[in-house]
C-alpha cells in the first residue's frame, strides 16, 4: 500500500480500509528490505506509532526525514562520524511542522556527509546504491531519501536542496523531488552546509503530493530570519493543471545538441525525451522559447558554487569540535581533542572542501574569490531575474542521462563537455528559485528527470506547469523496477 | 623620562542589559549558578540559527548617536571565525563591515580640562563562554554565551592614563543612564584591550603600538598604562626601542607588569565574512529619530543644570553624576519640593556615607526622596533641628520607619518664645551665682545657662530662639 500517493492513502485511511498501524507496519518491512539492497537508512525507527486519521491528508502516513534534519530523541547524524552518537533535544521546524500534521516518521535516511556530495558515497554507514540497478548510484545528497522513496517505502521523505541534492536524486531514481522558493520552510534544525543556499524539501512519486507535504512544512518561523510569510499561499490548492498562455524558456548553451561534438546516444535520447516533453506542453498551449546566455557566464556556475558553499560551509562545521556534542577525540590538550575529532570524523572529501572553503576566506584571497563569487552569483540571478519577467519558468533537462554506474563516478566527475548539463541546478540556489525535478522518460531501462524552475515566491507556477506536463506522461507514481514507456 | 610622549587607544567591551541574548531567547542574566540561562543556540548545536534581539539592536543604536557616530543603511552582522571552547559555534557574530556606528567623537571632562575623545567604531556582538580552569579539567559555563556585547574602539587619541580612565567614567555613566548597561565591573561587565605606544615629544611619527588584552578594572587599565610607559619609555631612554616589539600583552595583576602573549605577525586570520543567516535590515530614519528623542538626559547635561539651576557648586555636581541613582534621586528630591542645596548636602554627606558604610545600594535604600524631603523641610522651618534631624534619619533607617513617626509632638523642637522665656526665667532664678559671674566678665558661663535650658527641655529647645531669649534677659 505504500507505494500509493498520499491522496489515495488518506481517502483509504478515512473509509477504514487501512489502518495507520497496518501503514507504518509495512512501511517498516519494507526499509528492512530497501535497506538490505540500498543501504538506505541510518535509523529505522521501529518503535513508531500510528496517531489518529485527521482530515489533514498526512495524518497517520509513514515517512521518511534525510539524517541531517535535527529530530528530538532520534538519533541524528548527517551521516558523519563526527556525530554518529549525537540524540538531539529538539525537532527541525519543518519536523514538528509535520508532527503537528499527524505524519508519522519511520526512518532516518542515509545523505552524503552534511549533504556535501552528490553521489551517495559519502555516507557514514556507507555507499547508497539505486532501487532501479544496484549497481548504480543515486546521486545525492538526499540519495537515501530518493531511494526509498522510489522503492515505495512510503508516498515522501524529507530532502535539503544546496546545489541539486533533491532535484537530481529525485531525476536518478524516477521520482518528483521539489525545492521551493529559499525561506518557504524553516531552516531552523536542517544541519548547515552553505546557509545562503541551503534549502528544505520534499522527494515524492507525484507533483500533488510534493505539493501537500510543502504545505505543511511551510511557515514563517521566528527561528529562522530568512523564512518569510507563505500562509496565504496553499500549494496543493492551487494546482489545476491550468497552463495555456504560460510561457517559458530553456537555454540554447545546454540544450541544443551542437555544444555536444562527440554526443553520446544516452545524451542524444535524453534530449529527444527533453523535446518530447515540450512538445506535450506546447500541445496545451504553453509557450516555448529559446533563449541564449553567454556561456561564458554560464560556465562559470560550477566554481561559484564551490567557492560560496565550501566557504560558508567551512564556517558552518566550526562547531563539531566533540567538545559539547558528538564523539570526544583524543589529545593532550583541547586544540589536539578538537583536531582528533575532526580528523578521524570527516571524510576526505569534506575535508577537501575545508581547505577550500579556507583559502577561499583568507583574508588575501576573499576579494578574488569569495566576493567575486558573490558578484558573478549576482550577475546570473539578475539576468535570470531579467528573463523571469518575460517567462513564467525555465524548463531544462537533468543531467546529460541515466544514473552513472558508481564505479564509473571518478570518469563522470571529469567530463568537461557536459558540465552544465549536471550543474545547471545550481542556478536555483544562486536565485533561491522554486525549482521541481520529475520524471520524463526511461532510457535503457533507467529514468529521466526534466527541471522546471520558476522566479522566487512563484511556487504554484512552478507546480502547475509541473501538473500539467506530469498529466500528458505516464510516470505518476512510477517506483523502482515498474518500467514503464 | 618626560621627553617621550604616549600615545594610547582604547577597545571597550562592555555586557549589555537585555531582558534575552542578543541572538537567542535564553535569559541575559548574571548567574552564580553554571549553565542555566542557556537555549541550543547558545550550545551550537547543529541545526540552529540566529533570532536577533531587537532591544539590543536599539540600545546600540543610541549609543551610537550619543557618541556621534554615523550609523548604517543597513543592519548587518559578520562572523568572525576561530577555534576555542569557549566559542561553542566556532565563530562569533559581530559587525566588523557595517558596524552600527562609525567616526565618532565625544567631548570629555578631565581634572578639570576638557578633552575631545575619536570614536573608530562602535560594534554589537556576542560574548563567549567562560572556562572555569582546574588542575585537571576545564569546565565550561555557557551562561555568559550570546550576551549582547557592545564594543568601542577609539582612535588612539590619549595621552596619558588619566585621560583614558576619564574617558571610560564618562562612557560606563553614559552607558547606566540610558540603561544600556549595568556596566559594573564588578560582575565583569567591563573589559578592555589598551594599546599604547611612545614618541618623541616633538615627533609626529608614532612609535610601536603594544596591545594588552583583556584589563578588566579601572585601576588595572590605570596602572596597566603607566608601566607601559614606563616600560618602553625606559627601554628607549637606554637606547633599546628595538626591544619594543609589535605585540600583544596581558596585564598581570600580582607583579603589576605587562607580559607578552604573542607577537603581531602571528597575528591569527579570523576569515570574516558577512553572516548569512541574518538578512540585512533597514535602518530607517523614524526609527533613529524615535531613538534619539528616547535617549534621557546625560550626566552631563545634567551637571550644568545642577550647577546652574539649583546653584550647587562643581564639587558637589559632579559626586552627585557619579552615579545614575545618586542624580535620579536627587533630582526627585527637589522636584517634590525640597530645597536642593540641602537635598545635595544630605545625599553627598550622610546618604552615600551610610550606603558605603553599609554596602547597600540606592536601590534597596529605605529612605525614599519622599522621606527626605520630610526630613529637610521640617529642619528647614525649625520644625526640629539639624541634631534631630540626623537622628530622626538615623532611626528611620534602623527601625525601618517613616520619619513622621519620630517628629510628633514630644519629639518636636520646642519653637515657642514665651515656652522658653518661661524656663528661661525658672533656670536664672535658680542660678544667681552664676548671673553675677557672667556679668563680672566671665562672659562664657553663657553656654552654662544654654546648656541647662537644653538639660531641662532634653535638647528640644530651639537653639537659635533659646540663645536670643538668653541673650536679652542676661544683658538687661
Keep these: ?485 | 623620562m618626560n621627553k617621550y610622549k604616549a600615545v594610547i587607544g582604547l577597545e571597550m567591551h562592555c555586557e549589555m542589559k537585555s531582558k534575552t541574548k542578543v541572538f537567542s531567547n535564553a535569559l541575559n542574566n548574571y548567574s552564580e549558578i553554571p549553565n542555566v540561562n542557556v537555549s541550543p543556540i547558545d550550545m551550537a548545536f547543529p541545526g540552529i540559527l540566529p533570532r536577533i534581539n531587537k532591544e539590543c539592536v536599539k540600545k546600540a543604536l543610541m549609543a551610537s548617536i550619543i557618541l556621534n557616530c554615523k550609523q548604517p543603511e543597513y543592519l548587518e552582522f559578520d562572523r568572525k571565525n576561530y577555534y576555542y571552547p569557549d566559542l561553542p559555534k566556532g565563530y562569533q557574530i559581530t559587525q566588523m563591515h557595517s558596524p552600527i556606528g562609525v567616526s565618532g567623537k565625544i567631548t570629555i571632562d578631565c581634572n578639570g580640562y576638557e578633552k575631545e575623545v575619536l570614536i573608530h567604531d562602535i560594534h554589537l556582538e556576542e560574548d563567549a563562554a567562560s572556562l572555569d580552569h582546574y588542575d585537571d579539567a576545564t569546565l565550561i559555563d555557557y551562561n555568559r554565551c550570546g550576551v549582547p556585547l557592545l564594543e568601542l574602539v577609539t582612535e588612539p587619541c590619549f595621552s596619558n592614563a588619566d585621560e583614558a580612565i576619564a574617558f571610560l567614567e564618562t562612557i560606563k555613566r553614559i552607558y547606566q543612564y540610558c540603561d544600556i548597561s549595568e556596566a559594573d565591573t564588578r560582575k565583569g561587565q567591563i573589559r578592555c584591550d589598551v594599546n599604547v605606544s611612545i614618541m618623541d615629544e616633538n615627533s609626529t611619527t608614532l612609535g610601536t603600538k603594544v596591545e594588552m588584552k583583556n584589563v578588566n578594572s579601572f585601576s588595572n587599565i590605570y596602572d596597566c598604562i603607566n608601566y607601559e610607559i614606563k616600560r618602553q619609555s625606559e627601554l628607549k631612554a637606554s637606547g633599546r626601542y628595538d626591544e619594543v616589539i609589535q605585540e600583544t600583552r596581558r596585564y598581570d595583576e600580582e607583579s603589576g607588569t605587562t607580559i607578552r602573549m604573542r607577537e603581531k605577525v602571528e597575528a591569527i586570520d579570523y576569515k570574516y565574512f558577512i553572516e548569512p543567516n541574518i538578512p540585512k535590515y533597514k535602518i530607517n530614519k523614524d526609527w533613529l529619530e524615535k531613538i534619539k528623542l528616547a535617549i534621557p538626559m546625560l550626566p552631563k547635561e545634567r551637571k550644568e543644570k545642577y550647577i546652574n539651576e539649583y546653584k550647587l557648586s562643581e564639587y558637589d555636581a559632579n559626586i552627585i553624576i557619579k552615579e545614575k541613582d545618586y542624580a535620579d534621586y536627587f533630582e526627585e528630591t527637589v522636584q517634590i519640593g525640597a530645597d536642593a542645596k540641602s537635598a545635595a548636602n544630605w545625599l553627598i554627606v550622610n546618604i552615600i556615607g551610610y550606603l558605603s558604610k553599609n554596602d547597600e545600594t540606592l536601590k534597596d535604600f529605605y529612605l525614599k526622596p519622599q522621606m527626605l524631603q520630610e526630613i529637610i523641610s521640617a529642619q528647614n522651618s525649625g520644625q526640629i533641628s539639624s541634631k534631630q534631624a540626623k537622628e530622626i534619619f538615623i532611626k528611620c533607617l534602623e527601625e525601618k520607619k517613616h520619619p513622621k513617626e519620630f517628629m510628633n509632638k514630644e519629639n518636636a523642637q520646642i519653637s515657642d518664645k514665651d515656652k522658653i522665656s518661661e524656663i528661661i526665667t525658672v533656670i536664672l532664678e535658680n542660678n544667681p551665682e552664676q548671673i553675677t559671674a557672667y556679668k563680672n566678665g566671665k562672659t562664657n558661663l553663657f553656654d552654662y545657662f544654654v546648656g541647662q535650658v537644653m538639660k531641662e527641655t532634653k535638647g528640644k529647645a530651639n537653639p537659635v530662639i533659646t540663645k536670643e531669649i538668653l541673650k536679652n534677659k542676661l544683658d538687661n
Design chain 1, 1 to 485: 500500500m505504500t507505494e500509493l500517493s498520499i491522496e489515495k492513502l488518506h481517502n483509504l485511511l478515512i473509509n477504514g480500509e487501512i489502518s495507520s498501524e497496518a501503514l507504518i507496519k509495512e512501511a517498516i518491512a519494507k526499509s528492512y528490505e530497501v535497506q538490505k539492497k540500498c543501504n538506505a537508512f541510518v535509523t529505522i525507527i521501529e518503535n513508531a506509532k500510528a496517531v489518529e486519521v485527521t482530515d489533514n491528508l498526512l495524518s497517520g502516513i509513514p515517512y521518511g526525514i534525510k539524517d541531517n534534519y535535527s529530530t528530538k530523541g532520534i538519533l541524528s547524524t548527517g551521516s558523519s562520524n563526527t556525530l554518529k552518537n549525537y540524540i538531539p533535544i529538539f525537532d527541525a521546524t519543518a519536523v514538528e511542522q509535520l508532527k503537528k500534521a499527524g505524519a508519522v516518521a519511520v526512518n532516518k535516511t542515509a545523505l552524503d556527509e552534511f549533504g556535501m556530495g552528490g553521489t551517495g558515497t559519502t555516507a557514514h554507514t556507507g555507499i547508497i546504491k539505486n532501487p532501479w540497478d544496484l549497481s548504480r548510484t543515486c546521486a545525492g545528497s538526499s540519495s537515501g531519501s530518493a531511494a526509498a522513496v522510489a522503492a515505495g517505502v512510503y508516498p515522501y521523505a524529507l530532502g535539503s536542496d544546496t546545489g541539486d541534492s533533491i532535484r537530481k536524486p529525485a531525476a536518478f531514481c524516477g521520482i518528483v523531488g521539489y525545492k521551493p522558493t529559499y525561506g518557504m520552510i524553516s531552516r531552523y534544525g536542517l544541519f548547515p552546509f552553505a546557509s545562503s543556499l541551503d534549502t528544505c524539501g520534499v522527494l515524492t512519486r507525484n507533483v500533488k503530493d510534493a505539493a501537500i507535504v510543502v504545505d505543511a512544512m511551510k511557515k514563517q518561523d521566528e527561528k529562522d530570519l530568512t523564512s518569510w510569510a507563505s500562509k496565504d499561499m496553499h500549494l496543493y490548492e492551487s494546482i489545476n493543471g491550468e497552463v495555456k498562455g504560460k510561457k517559458l524558456f530553456y537555454i540554447k548553451e545546454i540544450v541544443d545538441e551542437s555544444n555536444y561534438p562527440n554526443i553520446s546516444e544516452e545524451l542524444k535520447k535524453h534530449l529527444q525525451i527533453f523535446k518530447e516533453s515540450l512538445k506535450k506542453l506546447e500541445a496545451q498551449g504553453v509557450i516555448i522559447e529559446e533563449v541564449s546566455i553567454d556561456k561564458e557566464l554560464l560556465k562559470t556556475i560550477p566554481s561559484v558554487y564551490v567557492c560560496i558553499s565550501c566557504a560558508e560551509a567551512t564556517s558552518n562545521m566550526s562547531n563539531l569540535t566533540g567538545i559539547a556534542f558528538g564523539p570526544r577525540g583524543n589529545g593532550e590538550n583541547i586544540y589536539e581533542i578538537m583536531k582528533n575529532h575532526r580528523t578521524v570524523g570527516f571524510s576526505p572529501l569534506i575535508k577537501r572542501r575545508f581547505v577550500i572553503g579556507s583559502y577561499i576566506l583568507q583574508k588575501e584571497n576573499q576579494e578574488r574569490y569569495f566576493v567575486n563569487a558573490q558578484r558573478v552569483r549576482r550577475l546570473i540571478v539578475d539576468r535570470m531575474k531579467e528573463l523571469f519577467k518575460k517567462y513564467d519558468a525555465l524548463i531544462l533537462p537533468v543531467s546529460k542521462g541515466v544514473a552513472p554506474k558508481l564505479d564509473e563516478l571518478n570518469d563522470e566527475i571529469n567530463d568537461e563537455s557536459t558540465v552544465l548539463l549536471e550543474e545547471h541546478l545550481q542556478i536555483g540556489n544562486f536565485g533561491g528559485f522554486p525549482s521541481i525535478t520529475i520524471p520524463n522518460g526511461m532510457i535503457n531501462k533507467m529514468p529521466v528527470g526534466i527541471n522546471i524552475t520558476g522566479n522566487c515566491f512563484d511556487d504554484i507556477n512552478v507546480l502547475n506547469i509541473a501538473y500539467a506536463l506530469e498529466s500528458q506522461m505516464n510516470y505518476k507514481d512510477m517506483t523502482a523496477g515498474d518500467y514503464r514507456e
